[in-house]
């Protein structure tokens, strides 16, 4: 079983920068890849960004150029740094695990608001 505890949310202005953090714990061993999804109310959450274990990411194509995600895999943990941010990047964001197997694993979320 592995824990995420996500952290860096908060409120920012528009153009502003934020990082998140979602640190492992538990059964690392079978987790490959990591990443985050985001979330507003009454939508669909939706993939931001994920790394695997051997560091190959992808993106959400609507986001590259501002957020870039990387992992360090000596602390178990996956950052993701938020640049240019928007308004309408306010949502919570989720951070998951998913192991060898494809289960994944959520994070409680962190809140990011971006305000105008």
């Known amino acids: 079983q592995v824990q995420l505890v996500e952290s860096g949310g908060g409120l920012v202005q528009a153009g502003g920068s934020l990082r998140l953090s979602c640190a492992a714990s538990g059964t690392i061993f079978s987790t490959d890849t990591m990443g985050w999804y985001r979330q507003v109310p009454g939508s669909q959450r939706e993939l931001v960004a994920s790394?695997?274990?051997?560091?190959?990411?992808d993106y959400a194509d609507s986001l590259k150029g501002r957020f870039t995600i990387s992992r360090d895999n000596t602390k178990n943990t996956v950052y993701l740094q938020m640049n240019s941010l928007k308004p309408e990047d306010t949502a919570v964001y989720y951070c998951?695990?998913?192991?060898?197997?494809?289960?994944?694993?959520w994070g409680q979320g962190t809140q990011v608001t971006v305000s105008s």
């Open positions: 790394i695997t274990s051997g560091g190959s990411t």
């Open positions: 998951f695990a998913r192991n060898v197997f494809g289960v994944p694993t």
